[in-house]
């Protein structure tokens, strides 16, 4: 019973931090758009995020939980209860110090870190091609948003312009929420999976993920509840540490973000949305020259995501180590 509750409880916790960091985001960006309708800004990454794993598949949380260690072996379960507790308290330490970062990051870094503390066979080759998709996918943001910020200010003007774009930014950013329930958001689904899988088998081995439909949507109301909580500091953070005004502008980081993400869900690889969308607000605002791009806020960034993966996992493996005294 104390396992199924710590697990019960890291899972709560754990969407709620990825609504407050991810969600937040996502619907941050949206509504900076003019006359985006806020219902459904905020209601449609919720309803794709139920929808998705059913009809697109589920390829990525098998990452967390087959690809980075050993995880059906026994004690499996408890270094991923771990792993994702400790990458909840990194990103909280670090957001609290004004370092907003990658919670998928530390994620990786924890639960590797907790498999090699444990005893477990940590797959190196895995880990390594996932942190290289990783690392590319902000790349590839920030170098598709430059590039569709050149070709943004080269539309010509049209009377239904405001129309036709209000039309684009709604379409990218369906996209972009098909591209999170893919990818960044499908690390929530393997949480809950596995704290639903030590509910009904006790403490041992991962299983295999499958997360019903009546936990994805309580996974999703969590979720939503936490970008809410986190909507104006979030917005806030948007507004003045990376500048993009014009409404083309925010439709071409979108579509930026979307692409490297799906990009990264083609290989199975769990890539950060947040990173993918601050890089591709990096690109759009370098396009109309650096000066546009308040780089304080794009260096503090980049310090707590060069922090999370060294400090997850070291973390980690002392966690680890700590399971294997028990």
């Not at 910020?149 to 129309?163: K, Q």
């Not at 994805?216 to 979030?234: D, E, H, Q």
């Not at 990096?282 to 260096?299: D, K, L, M």
Request: overall charge positive.
């Amino acid at each position: 019973m104390g396992w199924t509750l710590a697990f019960a409880a890291v899972a709560v916790l754990f969407v709620l931090v990825s609504g407050a960091n991810d969600g937040a985001t996502l619907i941050g960006l949206g509504l900076r758009f003019p006359r985006s309708p806020g219902w459904a800004v905020a209601a449609l990454p919720v309803a794709v995020l139920f929808a998705v794993p059913y009809l697109l598949g589920i390829t990525v949380a098998r990452t967390f939980t087959e690809r980075l260690a050993g995880l059906g072996t026994s004690g499996g379960a408890a270094a991923f209860l771990a792993g994702v507790a400790i990458a909840v308290a990194v990103v909280a330490v670090l957001t609290g110090r004004g370092l907003p970062t990658s919670l998928t990051l530390a994620v990786i870094g924890g639960i590797s870190g907790a498999g090699i503390g444990a005893g477990l066979p940590v797959s190196w080759s895995a880990l390594a091609a996932v942190l290289a998709v990783g690392a590319g996918a902000p790349l590839a943001g920030l170098v598709l948003g430059y590039l569709l910020g050149n070709v943004s200010r080269r539309v010509p003007s049209h009377r239904r312009m405001s129309r036709l774009v209000l039309a684009a930014h709604l379409l990218a950013y369906a996209a972009q929420c098909v591209a999170y329930a893919l990818n960044d958001g499908q690390k929530m689904i393997a949480v809950v999976s596995v704290a639903v899988g030590v509910g009904r088998h006790g403490l041992g081995g991962v299983g295999p993920v499958e997360v019903p439909p009546a936990w994805m949507a309580v996974l999703a109301a969590v979720f939503l509840a936490g970008a809410l909580t986190s909507l104006a500091p979030v917005g806030e953070r948007l507004g003045r540490g990376l500048v993009i005004t014009r409404p083309l502008h925010i439709v071409s980081a979108e579509a930026a973000a979307t692409g490297a993400v799906l990009g990264s869900s083609a290989l199975g690889s769990p890539v950060s949305m947040t990173q993918s969308i601050t890089a591709g607000v990096v690109g759009v605002a370098a396009s109309e020259g650096a000066r546009r791009v308040r780089w304080q806020g794009v260096v503090n960034m980049g310090t707590a995501w060069v922090v999370t993966l060294p400090s997850s996992m070291a973390l980690g493996c002392l966690a680890g180590l700590a399971l294997r005294l028990l």
